[in-house]
């Protein structure tokens, strides 16, 4: 059976607001038990069961501070929805490698997330604008 958008929507808008909250066991307890998760690029590659991004959402929450995502887009399809959306906040440490000093730091963002029968997230998989967070964190000392 097909979930609602708004559903889908509601699952997404919470998984969102427990990263912004900087809660762990929040945002993986809207995994399923067997859940990929992908950043792509990130260097452990996808990960299978909802405590395997656990040192992700850690090293992120610590990098990143005052984060907010603002939904820019969504696409729908039988218990999948892509968002587009642009995270906003300060990078305090060192997101994706790269030495923050506590700089602002705004960047897109695109989900492609598969949801369960139960309207638990089963897959997702995210894209970010590297780009842009280089071009906003130079490194040679600015």
Known sequence: MALSRALMDSKMDEHFGYEAADDVEG??????????????????????????PRNFYETLFSDLSDGKVDTTRRLYGDNFMVDESVWSGRAPGRPFGLEG??????????HVVEFADSGDIRRENVWLDLAAIIQQLPQDGR
Do not use: C, K
């Not at 000093?101 to 695109?110: C, D, H, K, T, V």
């Open 101 to 110: 000093r506590g700089r602002p730091l705004s960047f897109r963002l695109l």
């Open 27 to 52: 945002v993986l307890a809207t995994l399923t038990e067997d859940a990929e998760h992908d950043i792509v690029g990130w260097p452990s590659g996808p990960t299978r069961g909802r405590e395997a």
